[in-house]
């Protein structure tokens, strides 16, 4: 079982947002959890927050999760989800905006833009979007992370960028998440908030399961005989359906069983292996009574 570990942070839109990013652009609001899987990382649709040195109070809203093994991402809608099992351990993340306070942007309408690698699980300081509705803006969108919006603005975010490998995937537009593939987005005049460009590609490697595994080999082998017409010529009859039915059966519990935790997965396993063997023995004369006549 892989274990889970979920965080919750705001993005802080004070001081140098992208290149150089501020160091203290994020903000925790509230303690790590986790578990082993299955586990389904607790939701908050709004969080409150505290700004460091006495700078205030507001409430953030959750704008996307993200979810990264370390090498393989995904970025997921902001509602709750169930992570039902895993190969590897995994960071999930709640990403939240402040919505009221101290945090909120001032000054006129404009919004905070950035791009975020699901790889990494973090943003990133790629020079990464045109706003094509006014070319002047580009730099300081790139480089400072704003764009005003006192007019609508065409965003454009580039295919790749120089950090990840990852192609842009979707844009987020507070809580949000567009359209997979359609690197344009339209801002409407007076719009706050932010805009996320995500890079992101492909999905987690499923985890092992050999009693999945062993039980298609069976049903392999034993599917082969029958379409072959068998060692008697007309399928698998006499022991071959209790013997392919306890096999299967047997490899379902055994895998089941590794959810189990110590000594009590070790004797669902033994009488599983047990019952097997049982079955395998009073199926052994018959066997060889069918591989006698190959002779």
Known sequence: MAHITANYKMYLPAGHHRQPRNANAELSLAPSSGGDTPYSPPYFPQLPYTLPNNGGDGMAKLLFWSDTDGTTGVVRPPVAFDIPSSANARTVTGWYFPISGPGMINGGS??????????LG????????????????????????????????TLVAKGH???????????????????????????????DGIAIAIYQQGNFPKPPNLGRDFAEAVRIIFGVIQDG???????PVGPWDPLITQLL???????????????????????????TLAVIRAAVPQLEKLAGKQR
């Open 110 to 119: 404009a919004i905070i833009d950035d791009a975020f690698s699901a790889n």
């Open 229 to 235: 017409g068998g060692l008697t010529d007309h399928g």
């Open 122 to 153: 973090t943003f990133i300081d790629d020079t990464f979007v045109d706003v094509i509705s006014d070319p002047s803006l580009t730099a300081d969108a790139n480089v400072i992370g704003v764009v005003p919006t006192a007019s609508a603005q």
């Open 161 to 191: 960028v120089l950090s990840v490998p990852e192609p842009f995937s979707q844009w987020v537009l507070n809580d949000s998440i567009m359209p997979v593939g359609n690197s344009t987005l339209q801002v409407p005049a007076g719009t």
């Open 249 to 275: 059966n047997a490899s379902q519990i055994a895998s089941h069983a590794t959810k189990v935790r110590g000594e009590l997965s070790e004797q669902i396993t033994s009488l599983a292996a047990q019952d």
